[in-house]
């Protein structure tokens, strides 16, 4: 049975971009095998998010550099639980600046 060499050290913890792994020469295809969680397009994440919070912080990668979290994904990213108490069925909402427009992951 072929076996398959880990994953570099930056890539065993935490949340990254599948641009960042590719420019290590790790593959899409390797970080698939992996064992790693597929947080969103292009998002990977050591762990599966286990709470909204969790998943908002793992979705930052995802950010344009001029886009926010707002409303309630900006409390849960600063540890509040407003998600739950809110009624959101999807708490993650992100804003590019490019179009203004509040958009989905």
């Known amino acids: 049975m072929p076996?398959?060499?880990?994953?570099?050290?930056r890539f065993r913890a935490g949340t990254f971009?599948?641009?960042n792994a590719i420019r290590h020469e790790?593959?899409?295809?390797?970080?698939?095998r992996a064992g790693l969680a597929h947080v969103s397009h292009g998002v990977w994440s050591a762990?599966?998010?286990?709470?909204d919070e969790d998943l908002v912080r793992a979705m930052a990668a995802a950010?344009?550099?001029?886009?926010?979290?707002?409303?309630?994904?900006?409390?849960?990213v600063q540890g509040l639980s407003a998600s739950r108490a809110s009624g959101v069925a999807?708490?993650?909402?992100?804003?590019?600046a490019d179009d203004g427009r509040a958009a989905a992951p």
Do not use: I
């Open 3 to 9: 076996t398959t060499t880990p994953l570099p050290v």
């Open 17 to 19: 971009r599948t641009g």
């Open 26 to 32: 790790v593959s899409w295809a390797r970080l698939a």
């Open 47 to 51: 762990r599966a998010p286990e709470t």
């Open 63 to 76: 950010l344009h550099a001029a886009g926010a979290y707002s409303h309630v994904t900006a409390a849960a």
């Open 90 to 96: 999807d708490p993650v909402r992100r804003h590019d």
